[in-house]
């Protein structure tokens, strides 16, 4: 997708914007990083092959989705290279990225002497995660994009983000049904761990 007009769009934007612009993309950047690379750490626990396709598939395309941030940017800013710096360093998007990682984080690193109510907590946890990724966090960075399409101004942006947006709407919901799957199905085990979860879980979405 051209993304020439929007070039000169940025340029036209306040300060104000420029910043929420940017900060946003830098947002959007660093979560799908972080799906792109943790989406397939689900699979060490599954059995199912049709979700071990639609995972990998999935993993694929979040790492589409962060190269479409990335060409934004390097047909935006004169110089890419300082706004890819400093993702990184920004402590706000660092901040509201570790909720997310936080979760994937305490499901890869696995200790040896886990329970397997412990192991299904941590991947029960990481699942609810990533559906407040897919249907909260994105979607309030969505909203900031199509802000600017709205006035008429950074459309290109726009034009991607509605690509991307669909693909979300997919995820969400395939998130949405792994959940429900675990909910009602007594043969998967984890009604347990989705009772004492409930606390934790309404807090995930509150902090969201």
Not at 91 to 98: C, D, G, N, V
Request: aromatic residues 12%; negative net charge; proline residues 2%.
């Amino acid at each position: 997708i051209d993304v020439t007009k929007d070039r000169g769009d940025f340029k036209t934007l306040s300060e104000q914007e420029r910043f929420i612009f940017t900060k946003n993309l830098g947002y959007q950047i660093l979560l799908d990083s972080i799906q792109s690379r943790g989406i397939l750490h689900l699979l060490e626990d599954c059995t199912n092959l049709e979700i071990e396709s639609f995972c990998e598939t999935w993993a694929f395309f979040e790492q589409i989705h962060s190269r479409s941030y990335t060409h934004i940017i390097k047909n935006v800013y004169p110089n890419p290279s300082e706004i890819f710096d400093e993702i990184s360093r920004d402590e706000e998007i660092i901040k509201r990225a570790s909720s997310v990682t936080e979760y994937y984080d305490s499901l890869i690193n696995n200790i040896g002497n886990e329970t397997l109510y412990d192991k299904k907590k941590k991947l029960y946890l990481t699942i609810v995660s990533i559906q407040i990724l897919e249907f909260v966090r994105f979607y309030v960075s969505f909203a900031c994009s199509y802000y600017f399409a709205e006035q008429n101004k950074m459309i290109g942006n726009a034009s991607i983000i509605k690509l991307i947006n669909r693909d979300e709407n997919l995820h969400g919901g395939f998130t949405r049904f792994l959940l429900k799957t675990l909910e009602m199905n007594p043969d998967e085990g984890f009604q347990e761990v989705i009772k004492d979860c409930e606390p934790i879980v309404y807090k995930m979405w509150e902090d969201a």
